[in-house]
């Protein structure tokens, strides 16, 4: 004879499933940040500039790089408080399209694919953050929406209860075999 468990302790094995997952999100995180050398070893692409080898939403995969290694025609994550930009503003990313080593100071010009014409200025290599290594098309697109200040998370928070009323629902309406005994221990009338 099986038992029903309880609502509420299909509500707790439920939020614990929720939990571990975010644990092992995080530990993946720290991994990958601590296997490639970077803070930020996954970026979203936020913009068209880099069509067609990236699009918006694709996912980039980085490693922090010796800038004395990078060549033409690498893709790079660039700090752009350089440009004027706000300090703790987006990466860019976008494709080297020349290299000028003046006296031993290398300058880095960068272009996105997309764009009429180069960025502005030159990148010095403390303003590299790291070179993309790979991508991964749409995956981004996840990220980009938890970016959005209300629907982001809000439909986070949503899709949780969802599925957590729905599992609920599911075990509370599902059918008993013959003689299995109810949630609460009362026979049945």
């Not at 692409?45 to 004395?68: C, H, K, N, Q």
Request: aromatic share 8%; hydrophobic share 45%.
């Amino acid at each position: 004879m099986t038992q029903n468990k309880s609502w509420k302790r299909e509500l707790i094995e439920d939020v614990a499933v929720i939990a571990l997952a975010l644990v092992v999100i995080w530990g993946t995180g720290i991994g990958l940040q601590i296997y490639l050398q970077t803070p930020t070893p996954l970026l979203a692409v936020e913009s068209g500039s880099m069509e067609p080898a990236l699009y918006r939403g694709d996912f980039v995969i980085v490693r922090a790089v010796d800038p004395t290694t990078l060549r033409v025609g690498d893709i790079i994550i660039y700090d752009a408080t350089s440009l004027g930009f706000p300090s703790g503003s987006v990466p860019i990313v976008h494709r080297i399209i020349e290299i000028q080593d003046v006296s031993g100071q290398l300058y880095f010009f960068t272009k996105g694919d997309n764009n009429p014409g180069p960025d502005y200025g030159n990148r010095t290599a403390d303003d590299i953050i790291a070179k993309v290594i790979g991508s991964v098309r749409y995956l981004g697109f996840l990220t980009l929406l938890l970016l959005e200040p209300i629907v982001g998370w809000s439909s986070v928070i949503v899709l949780i209860v969802v599925f957590l009323v729905t599992s609920v629902l599911c075990d509370s309406f599902s059918p008993r075999e013959e003689g299995e005994e109810l949630e609460n221990n009362e026979p049945p009338a």
